[in-house]
């Protein structure tokens, strides 16, 4: 069984550009989820999607959005980007089901740069 | 405000001996702590969890005690491999939140041979 696959896997960007990061879930598996690691803050979590919906968003400005399609994969974009956003953005998946326990299995990452 | 902290940056141990790795966590609306492993280059890989309504769970060489009172979990390796060499984060998830983990910021494993 394939695991998350997110692409591409390292970009570089300038201050000002916008950046889209495409993530495709485990199959079958409904819930995409996304995280930001940086070394000063660790995980912190972007926002969730389950059957193309937002179900629940972190503490980001509104130059974060993601969205979800009807194959369950998902995009996350960044606008307007700021040296700060440089890090490592995690796309995760789950089976989404009622009675989960959090559970997540993540894909390998896509290392943005801004310079 | 920090509500999963993990205080030690870093854990160096031998080889057979065991690895204790900690964790505090403010939020009594926690109902779900992970222990997640994540090597250089990957993702991180879910290792155990524990409901907030259980004091243990094992799988195999991994333990996962809580302690509510104190708000303090810990992740015990025994016995300790060169393979399990990684950095360790603990997350917590709210009630209702599904997928919403929060993190600490992890503890660097180091296993020597």
């Known amino acids: 069984k394939a695991g998350v696959t997110q692409t591409p896997r390292y970009l570089i960007k300038t201050r000002g550009q916008q950046v889209t990061l495409s993530c495709s879930p485990i199959s079958g598996h409904r819930s995409v989820s996304w995280y930001q690691q940086t070394p000063g803050q660790g995980l912190q979590f972007l926002f969730e999607y389950f059957s193309e919906t937002q179900r629940n968003k972190g503490n980001f400005p509104g130059r974060f959005s993601g969205r979800q399609f009807s194959n369950s994969r998902s995009e996350m974009n960044v606008s307007t980007l700021e040296l700060g956003d440089s890090a490592l953005y995690l796309c995760a998946s789950s089976p989404g089901s009622r009675g989960n326990t959090g559970e997540l299995f993540f894909g390998e990452g896509s290392r943005l740069t801004v310079l | 405000d920090q509500q999963v902290k993990q205080n030690s940056p870093s854990l160096s141990v031998q080889e057979g001996r065991i690895s204790i790795l900690n964790c505090d966590y403010t939020n009594s609306m926690f109902d779900y702590f992970l222990w997640y492993k994540k090597y250089p280059a990957e993702g991180p890989t879910f290792l155990i969890s524990?409901?907030?309504?259980?004091d243990k769970n094992e799988d195999g060489r991994f333990t996962v005690f809580l302690n509510k009172s104190a708000k303090h979990l810990s992740l015990h390796i025994v016995p300790s491999q060169p393979g399990d060499s990684a950095v360790y984060f603990c997350?917590?998830?709210?009630?209702?939140?599904?997928?919403?983990?929060?993190f600490g910021k992890g503890t660097l494993l180091t296993v020597n041979p």
């Open positions: 997350a917590a998830r709210e009630k209702g939140s599904n997928y919403k983990l929060t």
């Open positions: 524990i409901s907030s309504i259980k």
